[in-house]
């Protein structure tokens, strides 16, 4: 079966730097476009960065600068290199891979950006 696994999550302080991984298995990596949603408490999931099978990228404005994602095709893994963390980017952060109707989610891993 599908699963991705999300690690790389923690505590930073402002001004840090983070890098997510999610390592998935079970599909055709390669074929699907790939997501980093996060949701922090009271408030809803929210897309954060996306990157299509072909490798085109997009992100939420919030985090445009600071956040890049990246994939890499042959360990079937996708990356969100996270720079000048924000406390306002405290949130558990979920990796999503998508195809078609078809998505799948990850456990999430909490970041979190206190002083």
């Known amino acids: 079966q599908v699963q991705l696994v999300e690690s790389g999550g923690g505590s930073v302080q402002p001004g840090g730097s983070l890098r997510l991984s999610c390592a998935a298995s079970?599909?055709?990596?390669?074929?699907?476009?790939m997501g980093w949603y996060r949701q922090a408490p009271g408030k809803q999931r929210e897309l954060v960065a996306g990157?299509?099978?072909?490798?085109?990228?997009n992100y939420a404005d919030s985090v445009k600068g600071r956040f890049t994602i990246s994939r890499d095709n042959a360990k079937s893994t996708v990356y969100l290199q996270m720079n000048s963390l924000e406390p306002e980017d405290t949130a558990v952060y979920y990796c999503?891979?998508?195809?078609?109707?078809?998505?799948?989610w990850g456990q999430g891993t909490q970041v979190t950006v206190s002083s």
């Open positions: 990157i299509t099978s072909g490798g085109s990228t």
């Open positions: 079970g599909m055709a990596f390669r074929s699907y476009g």
């Open positions: 999503n891979a998508y195809i078609r109707t078809i998505d799948y």
